[in-house]
């Protein structure tokens, strides 16, 4: 893969606390050369709000905080990691009805 550009929304970035974004800064340095790193949601389990999405993959971050995103590559823009959701654990375990 070629450059690969990581894109997070900057006021979801902001609302996360010091610790997660000092780790999705590490990680997002990490999926420029492993887009695939995280783990991968399966098809049945991805919920509406993501569906139009290609693809989702779920990253670990300190204190049960989770970041969802998804890779999509583009014929005149290059391939791209767009982080589409950051949360807690709860928000997350309520997103996904756990």
């Known amino acids: 893969m070629g450059d690969i550009e990581v894109l997070v929304d900057e006021e979801a970035f902001r609302a996360t606390p010091p610790a997660q974004q000092r780790k999705l800064r590490d990680l997002s340095k990490r999926l420029r050369r ?21 693809n989702l993959f779920r990253l670990e971050l300190p204190g049960g905080w989770r970041a969802l995103y998804t890779v999509a590559s583009h014929p005149t823009a290059g391939s791209q990691v767009r982080i589409v959701w950051i949360g807690d654990h709860q928000r997350y375990d309520r997103l996904f009805g756990y």
């Open 34 to 54: 492993e887009p695939f790193l995280g783990d991968r949601v399966r098809r049945d389990r991805i919920q509406k709000t993501f569906r139009e999405l290609p």
